[in-house]
C-alpha cells in the first residue's frame, strides 16, 4: 500500500469534508495516511474527532491571504515535512496550499503531485476583476508545475483546460447517504433553507431578498444553518431569517432534515458539497446558474437553477404550494446522487487518478 499525504490550508466547510471522507477511506483501505493542514476561523472545534483512528494530523500555519515571509516559512516548513515523511502521493487542496505545494514539486520531486482547487480563485467574481486577473496570471505560471489537476466537477474541469492546462481528471465530490438523514417535509408550514458558513460567497444578501420577499412567520420559514460574517448575519436577521449559529456537521445534518426547500445562493462554486447532502436528503434545491451547481442541479428536473431574486423567487413561491411537486423533484435529486455521487464512485476515481492499479477497495466496498 501507498503513503498518501493530504496539505489543505482551507480547512473547513466542504473542502474539510472532502479531505476527511478522502483520507478515512483511505486509511480503511489499508494506505498510510498524513493530513497536513491549517486551522481556520471556521475549523470546528471537533476536527480532530472526523479523523479515522491511525491517520496523521500535522498542523503547519498556512495564511489565508497572500504573504510572502509567512508564505516562505510555510514553504520550507512544508518542504522540511514532505522531505521527513517521504510520501508516495501528495494531494494539495484549494488555493493557498495548491499554490505552496505547487512551487514545491518542482523542487522536491519525490512523489506524485495532484491539486484539487475546490473553487477556482480566478472565477470569484465578488473578489473584483482586478485580483481575479492578478489570481489567473499566477494560477497561469503556476500550471507549469509538474502537478496533474484533480476537478470536482465538470464545469471546473472545462475552465481548467480553458484556462490553465489540459493536465487534469475529473474526481467529483461526494457524500454518504448512510449519514444521511431523509427529509420528511413538515405539515402546516414551509421550511426554505441553506447549510454554510455566512460568507461573502455564499451571498447571504441575496438570502435576505428572497426571504424579505416571501417569509410569512407560521407558513413559510427562512433557516440558515451556521454562522459567521457579522455583516451578512445582520442581513438575514433584518429579513426575518432565523440563524442556528456554527453546529456540528451531525447537527447540520439533522437540522437538513428539517427543511421542506433547500437554496443555495453562492457567489461561486467548486463543486457544492452542502447541496450534494440537500439532494441526497430528498430535498428539492433551487441554486444560483453558477459552475458547481449546474452540475448538479438539471433545472425542472431534479431541481432549478436561478439567475436572480426574482428567478429564486417565483420557483420558490410555486413549490412552496405544491407538496407533491417538492416531494417529485426531491426524489430525483436523491436518485441522482446515489447513481453519480456516492463514496464509492468518487474514490474509484481518485484511486484511477493517482493510477493505483488494481483499484484498492472496490472489492472491499463494492465501488
Known amino acids: 500500500m501507498s503513503h ?9 466547510a466542504g473542502t474539510l469534508s472532502m479531505v476527511t471522507a478522502m483520507a478515512n477511506r483511505q486509511i480503511a483501505d489499508g494506505h498510510r495516511v498524513t493530513v497536513i493542514h491549517s486551522v481556520r476561523e471556521e475549523t470546528p472545534a471537533n476536527w480532530r474527532e472526523l479523523f479515522a483512528n491511525g491517520i496523521e494530523l500535522v498542523q503547519l500555519p498556512m495564511t ?3 504573504s510572502p515571509l509567512a508564505d516562505w516559512r510555510a514553504g520550507r516548513l512544508l518542504h522540511d515535512t514532505l522531505k521527513a515523511i517521504k510520501p508516495d502521493v501528495v494531494h494539495l487542496h484549494s488555493s493557498k496550499a495548491g499554490a505552496l505545494g505547487r512551487i514545491l514539486s518542482w523542487i522536491y520531486r519525490g512523489p506524485k503531485w495532484f491539486f484539487s482547487p475546490h473553487g477556482l480563485s480566478f472565477l470569484q467574481r465578488a473578489e473584483g476583476r482586478l485580483k481575479n486577473t492578478v489570481f489567473l496570471l499566477i ?3 503556476l500550471a507549469g508545475s509538474p502537478v496533474t489537476f484533480i476537478a470536482c466537477s465538470p464545469g471546473e474541469a472545462k475552465e481548467i483546460r480553458t484556462h490553465l492546462s489540459d493536465n487534469v481528471l475529473e474526481v467529483h465530490n461526494a457524500v454518504d447517504l448512510a449519514a444521511i438523514t431523509p427529509a420528511p417535509g413538515n405539515t402546516g408550514v414551509v421550511r ?5 458558513r455566512v460568507t461573502l460567497a455564499r ?6 431578498q428572497i426571504a424579505a420577499a416571501l417569509g410569512k412567520p407560521g407558513e413559510i420559514e427562512f433557516v440558515w444553518i451556521g454562522g459567521g460574517d457579522e455583516s451578512g448575519e445582520s442581513a438575514l436577521r433584518a429579513a426575518g431569517v432565523s440563524i442556528s ?3 456540528d456537521r451531525k447537527t447540520a445534518l439533522a437540522r437538513m432534515a428539517e427543511l421542506d426547500i433547500y437554496i443555495q445562493t453562492s457567489r461561486w462554486e ?14 428539492p434545491v433551487i441554486a444560483t446558474n453558477v459552475i458547481g451547481n449546474r452540475d448538479l442541479v438539471k433545472d425542472g428536473d431534479n431541481g432549478y437553477l436561478a439567475d436572480s431574486a426574482t428567478d429564486f423567487t417565483a420557483r420558490l413561491a410555486l413549490l412552496a404550494q405544491d407538496r407533491h411537486a417538492r416531494e417529485a423533484l426531491g426524489g430525483r435529486a436523491r436518485q441522482f446522487v446515489q447513481q453519480h455521487y456516492s463514496l464509492d464512485v468518487m474514490m474509484a476515481a481518485l484511486y484511477t487518478a493517482y493510477g493505483f492499479t488494481p483499484v484498492p477497495g472496490t472489492e472491499k466496498h463494492g465501488a
Open 203 to 208: 451571498n447571504p444578501e441575496l438570502f435576505a
Open 64 to 66: 489565508r491571504s497572500i
Open 192 to 196: 426554505v433553507g441553506t447549510v454554510g
Open 270 to 283: 467548486g463543486m457544492p458539497v452542502a447541496v450534494l447532502e440537500a439532494m441526497g436528503a430528498g430535498l
Open 245 to 247: 449559529g456554527w453546529v
Open 4 to 12: 498518501i499525504t493530504h496539505v489543505v490550508e482551507s480547512f473547513g
Open 139 to 141: 494560477e497561469k505560471l
